[in-house]
């Protein structure tokens, strides 16, 4: 008697950018989320998710334990579902890499991502961040032990804003690489920053 092979498929990575899934297909794959396993990485880029959806990967953050790489960028997320990844990061803490470049994230939502102690790598660029949020980044450097990349380029950060980089990376031990290109700093910002390495 012939017997059919079983298959047990451990699926660690899922890539679905550019396909349209929109606030639907990211609650879908929330769902997924919260009972999965094995996934480490999330790639949903380029899909027209916007708050409802990011919320709906945020509830999943609070229950799954094994994803250490998200990345949703270039979608249409703006403070409120930047602030509930953010609350979710708070109670999770597996999650490591975060990218939520080009969406429109400004005031509140880049000042949430301040609280966090597992995320080694954060990008943040081509978003809304302005001198402000910029300082409350800073002031969470200041005492943050994991963060070792962060990127915060093509925002609308001026000298301010690099100053208070500045006077954080003088106190921060653990972060190796900064991106703060294509924003409004001049020399003296640029200057600061210079002194603080």
Known sequence: MLVAPSFHILLFEIFSWCNNI??????????????????TSLKIENNNISNEGATSIADALKINKTLTSLKIE???????????IADALKINNTLTSLKMENNNISNEGATSMKINKTLTRLNIS????????????????????TLTSLKIENNNISNEG????????????????????????????????????
Do not use: V
């Open 22 to 39: 929109c606030n639907e297909g990211a609650t879908s794959i929330a769902d997924a989320l919260k009972i999965n396993k094995t996934l």
């Open 126 to 145: 081509n978003n809304n961040i302005w001198n402000e949020d910029a300082a409350s980044i800073a002031d969470a450097l200041k005492i943050n032990k």
């Open 162 to 197: 690099a100053t208070s980089t500045a006077d954080a990376l003088k106190i921060n031990t653990t972060l190796e690489w900064l991106c703060i290109g294509n924003n409004n700093i001049s020399n003296d910002g640029a200057t600061s920053i210079a002194d603080a390495l």
């Open 74 to 84: 270039n979608n249409n997320i703006s403070n409120e579902g930047a602030t509930s």
